[in-house]
């Protein structure tokens, strides 16, 4: 994982809590895979916020736009 300003950590977390924010859209600003966002998830969340965040997102389709366009189809 890219070294990170704090900012800009900050700003990764605030994006991942968002809805209608996808993965690919972190991955072109900040560079970073999905597994990489899950791993400063990790890091920057308590283990209760941590699990309640992966609750969200695990298998959404807002988090993917591969997903989001087959389903608009």
């Known amino acids: 994982m890219k070294n990170l300003e704090r900012h800009e950590i ?3 977390v605030e994006m991942a809590w ?9 991955r072109v600003q900040y560079g970073l895979t999905n597994n990489e966002v899950i791993k400063l998830m990790r890091k920057e969340l ?3 916020s941590f699990r ?8 959404r389709i807002t988090k993917h736009k591969k997903k989001i366009n087959r389903d608009e189809n």
């Open 46 to 48: 308590k283990d209760s």
């Open 52 to 59: 309640m965040w992966r609750k969200r997102t695990a298998g």
């Open 10 to 12: 900050s700003h990764i």
């Open 18 to 26: 968002q809805d209608l924010i996808t993965f690919d859209d972190i």
